[in-house]
């Protein structure tokens, strides 16, 4: 997993709530058997008209918004499919950091296990982020050792982070690997499983 | 205090805890399909891991195959990249030692109804698959949900999760549902009520007279719509109904182990003196046959009512999504949403796609089909049974037959229409009555306008060529 400490950056807003994972990266993208290259089919309907030219109304196609590296979106964010090609399609696309007012539990994992850091803040910062956004050509600073994101204006928000999450994201860690080191305790759990439970061990 | 019904699995489950207090949970089955699970076999390749337990796991394939032609095997499906997805699939799963029921074979089908379907689902066990909709099997007394690839990854190579442990929800459902309302109408008027974020971060249980009333498949179809209330799982406590379910099935403990089995299945249920940390009770006995109208699953409403005025939300972000809900749907605040004409109709997916849902569909075609109704002119309207044995049993009953008579198609298992990956899919502006489970803008093709409602409503609707009130049939 990539690590995550400090990042700054373009951020560009996105104010509907309920932006789901089938809009971060439609279902014809998912017939991939690779984790690479999904950028392209990021918010692909939005971006995109049936005719595959540019809406130039949308935020991430307008010039101001050029490298973005963070979301400021609606509550809500990543519901829907469990797909974690939706986080994967965020970081091929440049961008390492959503913040929202909420993320859907199984996206709010995913991101976690690929170094894509959601950040949680209350409605009204959400929406004073929004309000920075707006115009695009603005650095937004977040900095997960001290939790706090910085707009352009320098007002600082400090965020929440689960503590076991935060050591991941700033070491990178392997979760597998860390899992594996008790590995004596899965095997002491299955040969009680298999005492106790002998007809759920096929 | 008491645990709940959620708490005993937990502890059943915990391997270790870690000292930053997330705990490693061991995983009694693992289902995987061919779109979330070839980059967690990749990964494992690159960092030379075994899959751990591959007895513990099996595979389907239903998210992309076709629903016509599947006797011609893989080889012949004409999407390039569905054929790669799918041929990965059967290579990892042959290198792996893992039980797989292939496209074509009678016991596959959506993966949320096959486990249940070859008694693979038990109480007590805790359940996960990439998929979010892995919540169904919660009408069991199992502890399931829907995970992500880098978490299949960690499941393969050491049959374990981390987690972190989720509130305690309750939802009890009390009264007697009128005919023509059931599971599914329970679903969509607690999810209107609660929203699409009112059961973040927790696992419902659901408790009460009208789901101890419910069937096994009206309870999956239930706990199966648990995440669109943003919940982490959703769960019901075995019964002698979901015992004599399980009984007999292919992978459901023989002998004495069934005895045995049953026992610890009965240790499964909630304390009386346990706490919730939040509790709701709804009355089913209130409620109308209910359908969506906008592109939330939150967007309930009783049939007989009128497509609400946006401007009447409490905050300027449901105002603003709800005005762009109702542009996407082609509707006007303020009609009645059963004036709103459909062109296609599909009954399918894990929410609706077992015996009884075809069922209560073919019981509407029964009863129109007396009146010498056909399936509306300018309506497509498709049935998808959930597995090959669904597709089975609904044939030796003639349901294909009666369904066909009245002008629906009658086509193979898979996901189908419910997500569009495959050839099935809605086109632009095109309005669906679908029994499925999301009615997100695109989620059944691009443009396409969901509504989301029962088997039965959706077979009401088929021959109304409109959203309509099932009670109008039967
Ligand atoms: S039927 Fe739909 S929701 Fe269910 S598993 Fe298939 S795609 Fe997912």
Redesign the pocket.
Known sequence: MQKFDRLDGPAAPMPMANIDTDQIIPKQFLKTVDREGLGKGLFYDFRFDFDGQEKPEFVLNQPAYKGVKMLIAGDNFGCG?SREHAPWALMDFGVRCVISSSFADIFNNNCFQNGLLPVVLKPDEVHALMAEAKGGNHVFSVDLESQTVTAPSGQAYRFEIDAARKEKMLKGLDAIGETLVHVGEIDRFEEKRRMTRAWASS | MGKTLYDKIWDAHVVATEPNGETILYIDLHLI?EVTSPQAFAGLRTNHRPLRRPDLTLAVA??NIPTEGQALGVDAVADEEARIQLQTLARNVKDAGIEFFPMGDIRNG???VVGPEQGRTQPGMTIVCG???TSTHGAFGALAHGIGTSEVEHVFATQTLRQEKAKNMRVTFVGTPVPGVGAKDFALAMIGRIGTGGGTGHVIEYAGPAIEALTMEGRMTLC?LSIEGGAKAGIIAPDETTFAYIQGKPGAPKGAAWDMAVDYWRSFFSDPDTRFDREITIDVGKLDPTVTWGTSPEDAMPVTGLVPDPDSFATEDKRASAHRALEYMGLTAGQPIAEATVQRVFI????N?RIEDLRQAAEVVKAATAKGLKVAEGVRAMVVPGSGLVKEEAEAEGLDKLFLAAGFEWREP???M??G?NPDKLSNGERCAST???NFEGRQGRGGRTHLMSPAMAAAAAFAGRIADVREFL
């Open positions: 499919s | 399909h239903d998210h959506i993966v949320h998929d979010s909709h199966n399918g997916s894990c929410t796609s898979g996901c189908s419910c997500l990956m499925s489970n999301r």
